[in-house]
């Protein structure tokens, strides 16, 4: 012995050999096994020791050998030991050397008849317990018995179930069972509170079969650890990994706090609540320091529970915490609030809500944390952890973890809820710019739908329905591009534009012109305020009908072509110069004319619409056919047949703009034209067949005003147009339309008459007659028109 090493070192034989073979120590064990001093073996080759020179020793790269060797005793007999030699590396630039023991078990108890084996046994700090092949308890050393605070004796011939750990004890039961039937090693990792512990903790159980001599399975030795430290550890990595992964998959600030309620049970919670300051359905904060009582939303919540029966708030549901709540608290303290029931923590509520006081003598809740949802500087609400089937009141590292998810997920929720703002305020803008009713007109019967997107945003998408003189009419369709409030406000500068166009009667491939030009303005004004020209864009397809003519002249620029469906036909495409995309700027856009037949259906759609299955457009222009083709007398039964058949149930990916007319046509019997000559003198003849005419239509009450129009519109063609002359008047059950062209390009305008002018009042009469009145250029010249209200007849 010496005093680095106070132990007795002869109980076991040492040596070092060095690299070369050589001995360099020789300890007392190794003298008293083979009788030599060290001063006769040191420095000698190994090699003299062994009674048979034919050895095998370790490989040059082996770090360990062992095997049993013949050596040569000092009084010339022969020891075979059985020998561990290990290489040792240079030590202070010293040589490789080899360390070689063998243990002295001389005077050693066999383990049967070993006190000390059994004494390790019993007080060995591993709680161990056997198991017969009945599963009876057999034995358990102190530890166990400890652990469940009952004396091993009592405990014999007990079974797992007996013994009452919890409900975990029927699943350790089928492990043991499963090590009898198969004798293979089981493990079982669980959480609980034994019932000699304070505090729950997690144990792993490790049975492993014993088995006699032939083989036989006669019983179990089951082992308990307690890795709670190495659990908890990896059980807070998982939950943050998990929410960082399954919190904020939306833009929408429900599901959002639904994932983060979800993601923190049953790891960090039995039931979590999710609470936000009112309003926050369209993304409002709460302005002003917060005071009791505070008033908070449920936006979500989850429970180990199937329905969460211990929930006293609904989603959605109102409701208000007065001052000295966990919750109220929290808020206003702005840190987490942890409150236990044994403390009296929770006793506030009795006074506040008898209800939730129910559910804690229910459900045995016993802990809760409030954690303060916080982003960006802004307060959002408050999120309640509760503990109840989980043992163990919540530690500081709880603490901890809840407010780290929390940080995280308030994030996501500041950014849904900032997103719901911007949406909202896109959406009332959309719906601000769009048509709220189509107007009724002579010419189609329409019907419309507009959806935004359901994640991208709001985008530009537009339609619109536009009378126009002669009993015409104007279908627009158009999708801006991009989304968001930018897109919209956009695509209302679009519509205005178009609007106005139309109003001056431009052909379709010239409004598209004009259109053009504004997008490529417009593109180079975002240019200067940082963008780059040429980044804004939009589709559109423009359409006019002619009820009289029962022909549609269209053009589209870049826009999908509309469908049509001939009454008791086959829906197909209507072909149509495809165009360029509006703000390309320069490039010529095409017109094309058909004749419809009364009662046909045009379908105006943007791409959204057949491109929101999986983006396979030809799929879509299929299933939009099929959907057309279902017979249905009201145009918005079919719009709502288009939009179930095409769209998704999550919603589409883009917006989605449809707009549906079916024609009308104005028979014959209510048009009349006269060629008018170049006479003054004929203007009297003339308002005389006008009146006639209005008899035969049984519109005498319109007569007097009819003719003073028709007087004045002729006589100023005569007087300052170009031959030919013509005249047209329609009239349905609202309107007489009066119409005089000419083949002048040059337009009227209104002007104040002097005094003691003989004329220049023509014009002023007639727009204080009627409703409205205009002039449109056509290829031939001009038209001037005016349209007189009619009383319908009851």
Known sequence: MSSDYPFDDASTARAVIHEDGTLTRWSEGARRLLGYDPAEVVGRPAADLLADGDVRGPDPDEERWSGTVALRHRDGHTVSVWVLAHRRGPQDGGPVTWLAVTPLVSGYPAPEDDDLMRVALAQSPCATVIFDDQLRLRGANEAMAELIALPSARMRGLRPVDLAIRPQSTELETHLRRVLATGERQEMQTYLKATSEERAHAWLARMAPLTDAAGQVRGVCMTVHDFTEHFLARERLQLVNEASVRIGTTLDVTRTAQELAEVCVPTLADFVSVDLLDPQEYGGEATGP?????????????????????AVVKPGQMDVYPE??????????GRTVVAAVPNGDLDAWRAWDERRVQRVKEFGIHSTMSVPLRARGTTLGVVVFTRFRRPDPFSPDDVLLAEEVTARAAVCIDNARRYSRERETALALQRSLLPRTLPRTAAVDAASRYLPAARAGVGGDWFDVIPLSGMRVAMVVGDVVGHGIQASATMGRLRTAVRTLADIDLAPDELLTHLDDLVVRLSEEAGGEGGNPGEMGATCLYAVYDPVSRRCTLARAGHPAPLLLPPNGVPRGIDLPAGPALGLGGLPFESAELELTEGSVLAFYTDGLVESRAGD?????????????????????????????????????????LLLARTRGLPASQ??????????????????????????????EASFTAELVVSELVTNAIRYGARPIRLRLIHNAATLLCEVSDTSHTAPHLRRAKTFDEGGRGLLLVAQLTQRWGSRHTAEGKTIWAELGLIEEG
């Open 617 to 657: 457009v030809d799929a879509g222009h299929r299933m939009l056919s099929e959907a057309l083709a279902a017979y249905s007398d009201s145009l918005d039964e079919t719009c709502d047949r288009v939009l179930h058949a095409l769209l998704p149930e999550g919603g589409a990916s883009d917006d989605v703009a």
């Open 324 to 333: 000295g709540l966990p919750q109220a608290t929290s808020l206003l303290a």
């Open 290 to 310: 917060l005071a009791a009582p505070v008033h908070l939303r449920r936006a979500a919540h989850h429970s180990v529970n199937p329905d969460a029966p211990e």
């Open 671 to 700: 048009v009349a034209t006269w060629d008018i000559p170049p006479d003054p003198a004929l203007v009297a003849p003339i308002r005389k067949q006008v009146v006639e005419l209005l008899e035969r239509w049984q519109l005498l």
